[in-house]
């Protein structure tokens, strides 16, 4: 069985919405780009290899060459950005394919998608004219590769799965320095923000399934993983820790996992309970979560002016464990 996670951000697509970004589609849905013929043949690939496990980077219908370099370069910053999370990549064999798209969409990266069929490859449509610095700056690279830290879970499990790689797009960015520490908490914030806004006061859950209130899906998801981690750390773990243990013993890159079973899959690689709790208040929520304890902790003030960030030595230090470069992957490769 083929599953993928799709993003869209021109809406041209499958005829996706402007606000859809990266959602799951049925097999049969699998058009567009998919389809398209490249008039070269050409492959320039190359492989990155970490804790044992291979990533390959396909810049497809072009040879070897300067464009080719760049690209290349731009895919395998995005690729060592997750390696901040353990230190290895979560699959043992996984492809990035990257190819380049004639389009008039602003961002460079105007689709990307994750498919799993036999492999799991993370295809990046690149605008044909996009230069490396205003790649480097776009989310959608390291968004679609923190895909591959979680199994398919279906429509049911889509704000996990949307809000993982939410969360992950700027925390991993954060640490391999694409993005400043400032920033990727503005970003969060700014999610929580858009997240906040949508008031159908469906559940969570029903929502990610109907393939609606895409903002409320993708920002409720990240609070989820932000609060899992946050607990974590408490404890003396992190949620890179136990994703970790997880990718280790459990973690599959194709097929189905029901959502249920991969928290409670997560709570066994150590989470020990934080993963279920949690899931049982988010899944059935009818509104964004209250984050006023997380922001308290971490010593964050949403205002008019923007995010204020308290001085305290403590929620100083827990940003720093967060985003920081280096010192989670560290934490995680000792456990
Ligand atoms: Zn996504």
Not at 17 to 32: D, K, L, R
Not at 87 to 114: C, H, K, M, Y
Not at 279 to 287: K, L, M, N, P, T
């Amino acid at each position: 069985m083929a599953t993928m996670s799709v993003r869209a951000k021109t809406g041209i697509w499958l005829a996706m919405s402007m606000a859809a970004a990266c959602a799951a589609v049925p097999p049969s849905a699998a058009q567009g780009p998919l389809a398209t013929e490249t008039a070269d043949n050409a492959l320039d690939e190359r492989a990155l290899h970490a804790g044992g496990n291979e990533l390959r980077i396909e810049v497809v219908g072009m040879p070897r060459g300067a464009r080719s370099d760049e690209l290349q370069r731009w895919a395998a910053e995005a690729a060592n950005a997750t390696l901040t999370a353990f230190g290895r990549f979560p699959l043992p064999n996984a492809t990035v394919r990257v190819e380049q798209i004639d389009s008039r969409d602003p961002s460079p990266v105007p689709w990307g998608q994750t498919l799993r069929r036999d492999d799991v490859s993370v295809l990046l449509y690149v605008r044909r004219n996009a230069g490396l610095e205003e790649l480097r700056e776009d989310w959608t690279a390291v968004h679609e590769l923190s895909h591959l830290f979680h199994p398919f879970l279906g429509g049911q499990g889509r704000w996990l799965a949307e809000g993982l790689a939410s969360y992950y797009q700027n925390v991993l960015r954060a640490r391999a320095g694409l993005m400043t520490q400032a920033e990727a908490w503005k970003e969060l914030d700014a999610g929580f923000g858009r997240g906040r806004r949508e008031r159908s006061g469906e559940r969570l859950d029903e929502l990610s399934r109907r393939h609606r209130g895409t903002m409320r899906v993708y920002w409720a998801g990240a609070a989820f993983w932000l609060e899992a981690d946050l607990t974590l750390r408490h404890q003396g773990s992190s949620l890179d820790a136990v994703l970790s243990k997880y990718s280790a013993c459990c973690l599959r890159g194709t097929g189905q996992t029901q959502p249920e079973d991969f928290v409670d899959a997560l709570d066994r690689a150590g989470g020990g309970g934080v993963f279920r709790g949690l899931f049982d208040r988010y899944a059935g929520s009818r509104e964004f979560p209250a984050l006023d304890g997380a922001y308290r902790e971490l010593g964050l003030q949403s205002g008019e002016n923007g995010l204020v960030y308290s001085r305290k030595p403590e929620a100083e230090r827990l940003r720093r464990d967060i985003m920081g470069a280096g010192s989670s992957s560290r934490e995680a490769r000792a456990r």
